[in-house]
């Protein structure tokens, strides 16, 4: 239990840091114990409960939850209880495990750093209800009230269903690409939905697009128009703060792979951070996790820089030697460079 306690402090004090909160869900992510993309699926209502999706049972991470409330406690974190609905038809409640009880799970732990005002907004946000997630079909499926089949289907305690017998099938689709005009015919659509598909390479849903009324696509494309040179103005800010925010967290990823390597050279740690958590790269420092700074996915960034600096493996690769054949031949290695790093 001991270990575990401190691997549950480790992967909360990275939440904290990142979100000024941390939920059970969270730690569980930076522990490695479910991926993101299967938090999505069990949020989607694509599963019955996340201990189906988790590499522990149900026990393991009540005990991880428990030291969690433990750990809060002793630093004064308030608590507050988040809804957690799905995102299917009906947004049922969540289940965390197969049997047992689940409150503890849905315990957040706040930041005594917020203020009242930030507070209230976190709660606020926590127990807002989902979107309805509409997911683009990846294999053959049918519907479950009219036997039917089609590109999208939505979750629900019966199972899947096509868009008609969910009540979406009048809704436009609007595809991902303007931040502005989604947000707006979202918020003028008295009913709406957020479309996904699953990207098999990277292991994550990706947004398409939203599906909204006809009418309110219409009036957000006359608002876009009528104030577009100030969004374009915004739009650069906007760039300039997130350029700065890049760099603070490649400064964070760097301390943070010294911290676990501390023979990493300095000028290396920051070239792997910077590889790692390039915007847009679909790489491990993109992650939930790493942005959590989770020890797992920060090895996962090293061994990465080291497998294309250090070894062979891109010319083994170039002379048609399989994948994990090639990745077997360096492994030795790569454990070299990793044990010399922890020094």
Request: charged residues 30%.
């Amino acid at each position: 239990m001991s270990k575990l306690r401190r691997r549950v402090a480790e992967a909360a004090e990275a939440a904290l840091a990142q979100r000024k909160y941390v939920s059970a869900v969270d730690v569980f992510t930076v522990l490695g114990w479910v991926r993101s993309s299967h938090v999505d699926r069990w949020r989607q209502g694509q599963v019955p409960s996340l201990e189906q999706v988790t590499a522990v049972d149900g026990r393991r991470m009540h005990d991880a939850a428990q030291l969690l409330g433990e750990w809060a406690r002793e630093r004064d974190l308030t608590a507050s209880t988040a809804a957690y609905l799905s995102g299917g038809r009906d947004r049922e409640a969540l289940r965390f495990v197969d049997t047992g009880e689940d409150e503890v799970f849905r315990v957040h732990w706040l930041s005594g750093k917020l203020t009242p005002a930030q507070r209230e907004q976190v709660v606020q946000r926590q127990n807002r209800a989902p979107d309805l997630t509409v997911i683009e079909a990846a294999e053959a499926w049918t519907c479950t009230e009219c036997a039917e089949t089609g590109p999208y289907l939505i979750t629900s305690a019966a199972g899947p269903l096509c868009l008609t017998c969910s009540d979406l099938d009048h809704l436009e689709f609007l595809p991902a690409g303007n931040a502005a005009l989604s947000r707006r015919a979202k918020k003028e659509s008295a009913l709406a939905a957020v479309v996904v598909r699953l990207n098999q390479r990277r292991k994550r849903y990706e947004r398409l697009g939203i599906l909204v009324e006809e009418a309110a696509l219409t009036r957000a494309e006359q608002q876009c128009l009528a104030d577009d040179d100030a969004r374009a103005r915004r739009r650069e800010r906007d760039r300039v703060r997130r350029a700065a925010q890049d760099v603070e967290y490649c400064a964070r990823m760097s301390d943070e792979i010294q911290r676990l390597f501390p023979g990493c050279p300095t000028d290396r740690a920051a070239e792997i951070a910077e590889h790692a958590a390039a915007r847009g790269s679909g790489r491990v420092g993109r992650t939930a996790a790493a942005k959590l700074l989770s020890p797992e996915a920060l090895t996962l960034a090293v061994i990465a820089s080291i497998r294309h600096r250090d070894t062979d493996y891109d010319h083994l690769l170039m002379t048609g030697i399989p994948r994990r054949e090639a990745r077997a031949r360096i492994r030795p290695t790569v454990d070299h460079v990793l044990e010399t790093w922890r020094g």
